[in-house]
């Protein structure tokens, strides 16, 4: 199985990462040798990757990693780079390789001090003597003066440096950084895709595949956690019931608290699996006392380990509650098609009967505001909004249509 299987319904992307992998390859082998570089080549220092939620962006981001850093005997023969089994293919993909770098954040940004770090590490030589790759995952949330750190290493990469960069679209990242990269957009996969790719890789039910990746409409890691983790189920059944309990200003005042009380409980139980061991972890390194007694001077290394707990129990509760209205934004999708009588698939069939009821009950205007509704509440929460006013004000909405 080759690197790039892991990308599913990418096979345009496929066949262009395949490529440049090929060109690095003969790159290397032609310095190795002093033999004349290639004329024309499909490979560059930096790659940019967009694409929407779920289309795999960093794992076409790790798979071009592992081709360029493959050590297949099959090459000398004419192989193609990236054949998923030797020791390159294998420590890149799983984050162990020396000379890949996989950075991704789960705080709200990614600020200058961390940006500097990397590029101190992009200015390094391979220790392997082929690339120094450095797969940025969450490029759209470098602040602005992180991003302007990146452009100077971008600009001015050194001479073995590949930046792999990956972001939900192009507006998400700095002009003067996407200029200077190759850019790639992934597709959101199809549903059948997914459905396959979670019974042959993940050994899950054709029948409890194919409801997920419908149900996520092509989002490959939401389409596995929902197979897999019932709380997600019970979760995405609470949110679908929402639609049907704004029908006085009570309800909605509810149904938004609930929803904030559920992300809440999934950013508490996040952090009681991470924070404490954490904590330890650091008390340890730092040589606390037996009691638990800090050595002095350590103040304030506890407190940025603290400030980062909370901003990351914040994104972890944000993203939660994104998930919940993606989930809802889909309620009434599935609405919209019925009313204007579509051939698209219904994505949420076990809430069939609340769709017919509401699509009956409501016009397709009303529906394309309740979209828009959600759309906005997505759009305060990002603009941090408290999110309780926010939700608050999208269920009134909803129930006003």
């Known amino acids: 199985m080759s690197v790039w299987d892991d990308l599913v319904g990418q096979e345009k992307v496929s066949a262009q990462l395949a490529a440049a992998a090929r060109d690095a390859d003969a790159l290397v082998t032609a310095a190795a040798s002093d033999a004349p570089l290639p004329e024309a080549s499909k490979m560059t220092h930096a790659w940019l990757f967009t694409g929407p939620p779920g289309s795999g962006r960093s794992t076409a981001a790790r798979a071009f990693a592992a081709a360029l850093h493959c050590v297949s005997p099959d090459r000398a023969l004419g192989g193609a780079p990236g054949c998923g089994f030797c020791d390159g293919c294998h420590t890149a993909l799983v984050g162990t390789h020396a000379d890949v770098e996989i950075v991704r954040t789960d705080l709200l940004s990614i600020g200058v001090k961390e940006t500097r770090d990397l590029v ?60 200077r990269c190759r850019h790639l957009t992934l597709r959101t996969p199809p549903v059948d895709a997914v459905a396959d790719v979670l019974v042959r890789r993940d050994g899950i039910e054709p029948d409890v595949a194919a409801a997920a990746a419908r149900a996520t409409q092509g989002h490959i890691g939401r389409a596995r956690r929902l ?34 009380d559920a992300a809440a409980e999934d950013a508490r139980q996040v952090a009681e699996d991470v924070d404490a061991k954490e904590t330890e972890d650091m008390k340890a390194a730092l040589g606390a006392a037996q009691g638990g007694r800090m050595p002095r001077g350590t103040a304030g290394v506890m407190k940025e380990l603290e400030d980062r707990q909370k901003r990351r129990r914040t994104r972890t509760q944000r993203d939660s509650l994104d998930l919940a209205l993606i989930d809802l934004t889909g309620f009434y999708r599935d609405v919209l098609a019925l009313q204007f009588g579509s051939r698209v698939a219904v994505a949420n069939t076990e809430v069939q009967d609340a769709l017919e009821r509401i699509a009956r009950s409501t016009s397709p205007e009303s529906t394309l505001r309740r979209i828009e509704a959600i759309a906005a509440c997505r759009e305060a929460l990002d603009s941090n909004v408290a999110p309780l006013l926010a939700v608050e004000a999208m269920t009134v909405a909803l129930r006003a249509g």
């Open 227 to 260: 197979a897999t983790d019932e709380r997600a189920r019970e979760r995405r059944a609470a949110v679908l019931k929402l639609p049907l309990r704004v029908a006085d200003i009570g309800g909605c005042l509810k149904a938004a608290q609930e929803l904030i």
């Open 120 to 179: 101190r590490r992009s200015q390094l030589s391979p220790a392997g003597g082929r690339w120094q790759v450095i797969v940025l995952e969450d490029a759209d949330r470098l602040t602005e003066g992180a991003g302007n750190v990146l452009l100077k290493a971008v600009e001015e990469p050194a001479p073995r440096t590949v930046w792999l960069l990956c972001a939900p679209s192009l507006e998400d990242v700095l002009p003067t950084i996407r200029s």
